[in-house]
């Protein structure tokens, strides 16, 4: 006998030899089996689960069953004869020659089968109950868990374990639900079903059902788990598992990996004979189970209790309300509690420009069996969505995932609300235009009152508060010089090599393209946020945080030089209106730089979108027009270096969740040395409508060039209208010449964007088209220095001297092609782009 021979031999001397071990009362640890008669039990390979026959409660009946092991009770987790029960100990379970497992009575009839098979040659047909709970039918040649023939899994009991399915195949239009046991001695199917919502376009969420009555929701899923009651945010112990949401065009279903099936823990969840459905944790050493979330708790669970646009609040008496906005429907009833007729608009909607949104927080989000969802859609994009469609009720996020977006649109009713005491999410419902003012107007006063009580405690809190500020402060500060000074500079290392590169007084994380790439889904398109001149900006989650990458693409002309100097540069910089840099990526041909996620994008996305231009009303462009003075004067003067950041503009201002400006894009900074005023470069770079007539014509910039983009930004956001782009009907002037002709004319508010003009601050505007033209001063002394223009914005003093003409009066074309010493701007580059041209530093 060969060498191969005699091992195949031995190898199947052992696989028998498995076999008839195997099929020993509670001896085996392989759990592979061919028949099993009542009387003897498989174990699997760690002893969490037994599968054998039992009698439940005080049933007489036999069913083959799967039960958990280390519990001081019999805990049975899936049943396979529910239906047909046996009724005495004569049941045997046997593996057929075709893959199918069937479950014979005493007289030899089959009262169960898997009903599968399999059918071809070269197949070791075998039953195994694996650790998970799964019992499954397979060719015991191969591991892989998809070539399954038959398993458990796919037909869940009223117990839903870590790994199983519950969904909808749309091909073969099964769906995978859980059902009650009758009673607790009775497995076979009860009245109540959970049942996820599973329609192609709906979002997900999750019914407890009386046979066809929907008695509790659970949900809508919120990235981590199907929310419901007020444990939406994961505790310690809350979900024990991991939920995944699986989307395609064949099926949509919901699956879990348990955080707690470890060597001392076991989760599951089971729907009750009385319709609860129940979270539990066992733990093995003390073999007993812990209910950790139980679903209907309260009144308030009760699905749709107070009808359409009522919201239940179990800390309320009645119960149930009218959301705000809302009255009873049905004047007769004396509660709303019970009432199915629910609440009506006090004031009806005409889908007039002035309606609008008003946010409840803390809420369970209505049903979504009538809503829309729409996918990576910011909050304010989803209310311009919802805004846009005059049947479109209601908009909220359903993902409280960090930085997690997506947005969820409801038409008609708004069923089956609540409050909850904690944890709810914000839900923003539309009202008629008067109703809107109505309840603004009103919650003005009551704001008055709290805050004239709550005035003086602040007082005294703010008052410690800023001391003991200025303490630690003080010692910190000693602290951080000492570390700065001490340090040499560093340059980055050109592969990717070490873990990560102390740069000043900041570090910075390298990455490897690994990182990066699973970070971003590979790169892929739906997590594209945006592409500047330097290459494409993709979303992402990298160590639990939501980043931006901007992976530099290899025609940008950015090379290394620029790139280090934006990571050096930004990476020393450390302020609140300026974006942070978290890390960067350096490999092979790949240049990445690694932000802070800004989920409202760009300042121009909004300044110059028809449709989203209203969204920025005029105390949030008087704030941001502030911040970036603020993060200008730091670049300029507060911080150790001495920057001009030669790309000033909307694209490069960026907004975050609470709409506060970013200066982004360092690319093409420049440091100065602290003495220098001015520095010269051969090349002009920058972008067309923000660059200043010396810098264009001479090369020579400082930081009043950027003061000068600042200028023009502010003309921008106070007019909405781009700078290059800009025509009047009645001159040829650009942007910077028509304000100034209505500042002549003492007409400045004038240039107000029109969608502001219902409501603006005059004296703000004024004062701002009055900055924004001293900025943009032909002649560099006569424009304000940073730390005034901070001032002026701040309401400090009065405003300096008038302006005069601005720079670049006339359109940019003529200048350019008649002033220019130098190889400034490619007309193929005049598209808002940033010029990638560069000089050597
Ligand atoms: P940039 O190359 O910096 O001009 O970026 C191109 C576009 O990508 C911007 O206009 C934004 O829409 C988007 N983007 C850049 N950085 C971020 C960020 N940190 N967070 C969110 N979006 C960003």
């Given at each position: 006998m060969d060498h191969i021979n005699q091992t195949k031999l031995l190898l199947s001397y052992i696989t028998f030899f498995f076999l008839v071990i195997s099929t020993c009362r509670s001896s085996d640890t392989i759990a592979v089996f061919q028949n099993i008669s009542d009387g003897e039990t498989i174990v699997s390979a760690n002893a969490r689960f037994e599968l054998g026959f039992f009698t439940p409660g005080n049933s007489k009946n036999r069913y083959l069953g799967i039960w958990f092991m280390n519990t001081s009770s019999q805990t049975v987790a899936w049943v396979a004869n529910r239906e047909t029960p046996l009724t005495d100990n004569s049941g045997v379970v046997k593996l057929d020659s075709q893959g199918n497992l069937t479950l014979v009575n005493g007289s030899g009839k089959v009262i169960w089968s898997s009903n599968s098979s399999v059918y071809g040659s070269n197949i070791n047909l075998v039953a195994q109950l694996l650790d998970t709970g799964n019992l499954v039918v397979k060719n015991g040649n191969i591991t892989n868990s998809d070539s399954y023939i038959w398993q458990s899994f796919d037909y869940p009991g009223d117990t839903f374990l870590s790994g199983m399915k519950l969904g909808k195949n749309f091909i073969t239009g099964k769906e995978t639900y859980m059902t009650s046991w009758r009673s607790d001695d009775d497995p076979s199917p009860g009245e109540y079903t959970l049942k996820f919502l599973m329609v192609k376009g709906k979002y997900q969420q999750v019914y407890i059902m009386r046979s066809s009555v929907i008695e509790t929701r659970i949900g809508p899923f919120n990235g981590i788990s199907f929310s419901g009651r007020s444990l939406l945010t994961p505790g310690p112990s809350y979900p024990p598992y991991v939920g995944y949401m699986i989307v395609s065009q064949n099926e949509m279903y919901f699956t879990t990996v348990s955080k707690y099936n470890t060597s001392t823990s076991f989760a599951r969840t089971m729907i009750t004979p009385n319709g609860k459905r129940e979270i539990s944790l066992l733990e093995f050493s003390k073999r007993e189970w812990t209910t950790i979330n139980s679903l209907p708790v309260d009144y308030c669970d009760n699905y749709g209790v107070c009808g359409p646009y009522g919201s239940c609040n179990i800390a309320n008496s009645p119960y149930c309300g009218c959301l705000k906005g809302f009255e009873q429907k049905n004047s007769n009833e004396t509660s709303v509690d019970n009432a199915t007729s629910g609440c009506k608009r006090s004031i009806a909607l005409d889908?007039?420009?002035?309606e609008g949104f008003l946010n409840f927080s803390s809420m369970k989000l209505p049903d979504t069996a009538n809503a829309v969802y729409k996918n990576n859609m910011s909050l304010l994009d989803c209310e311009v969505a919802c805004k846009n469609n005059c049947s479109c009720t209601a908009y909220a996020n359903p993902n409280i995932t960090p930085g997690g977006n997506g947005c969820l649109l409801w038409f008609g009713d708004l069923i089956d609300v609540r409050v909850y005491p904690q944890n709810g999410q914000d839900l923003y419902v539309r009202l008629a235009a008067s109703e809107l003012s109505d309840l603004k107007s009103s919650s003005h006063k009551k704001k008055g009152v709290i805050m004239g009580v709550s005035l003086s405690v602040a007082a005294v809190l703010t008052l410690s508060s800023i001391l003991l500020a200025f303490y630690i402060r003080k010692k910190w500060k000693k602290r951080s010089d000492a570390d700065i000074e001490g340090r040499p500079e560093k340059s980055l290392d050109k592969d990717y090599k070490s873990s990560s590169h102390q740069m000043g007084s900041a570090a910075v994380q390298l990455f490897s393209l690994l990182e990066v790439s699973q970070a971003t889904d590979d790169f892929s398109a739906d997590n594209k946020l945006g592409e500047g001149g330097f290459g494409p900006v993709y979303k992402g989650v990298l160590e639990g945080q939501v980043i931006a990458v901007k992976r530099l693409s290899k025609s940008s002309g950015q090379g290394l030089v620029e790139f280090e100097n934006e990571v050096i540069c930004i990476a020393k910089l450390q302020h609140r209106n300026l974006v942070k840099l978290l890390g960067y990526c350096i490999q092979g041909d790949e240049k990445m730089l690694i932000y802070e996620y800004m989920p409202n994008k760009s300042l121009d996305s909004f300044l110059f979108d028809e449709s989203r231009k209203s969204l920025l009303d005029w105390p949030q462009r008087y704030h941001i027009i502030q911040g970036i003075a603020r993060g200008l004067l730091y670049l300029h003067q507060d911080s150790r270096l001495k920057v001009v950041h030669r790309d000033l503009k909307a694209g490069n201002i960026l907004l975050d969740r609470h709409m506060h400006p970013k200066i982004s894009d360092f690319g093409l900074a420049r440091m100065i040395k602290e003495d220098e005023n001015e520095s010269n470069t051969k090349r002009v770079v920058g972008t067309l409508g923000y660059i200043p007539p010396e810098y264009a014509i001479d090369g020579l910039y400082s930081v009043k060039s950027d003061i000068y983009s600042f200028g023009v930004l502010v003309l921008e956001i106070v007019s909405g209208k781009k700078n290059r782009s800009f025509v009047h009907e009645d001159h040829d002037d650009n942007l910077l010449g028509h304000a100034w002709r209505l500042y002549k004319q003492g007409r400045s508010v004038d240039l107000v964007d029109e969608c502001l003009r219902a409501s603006y601050s005059a004296s703000e505007v004024v004062q701002s088209v009055h900055v924004g033209l001293l900025c943009v001063q032909h002649r560099v002394e006569d424009r304000p220095n940073t730390p005034t223009v901070v001032g002026m914005l701040g309401g400090e003093g009065s405003l300096p001297s008038s302006p005069k003409k601005p720079a670049f009066f006339a359109p940019e074309s003529e200048i350019n092609s008649t002033t220019s010493n130098l190889p400034l701007l490619s007309s193929s580059s005049f598209n808002g782009i940033t010029l990638s041209q560069v000089d050597g530093r």
């Open positions: 889908c007039g420009p002035g």
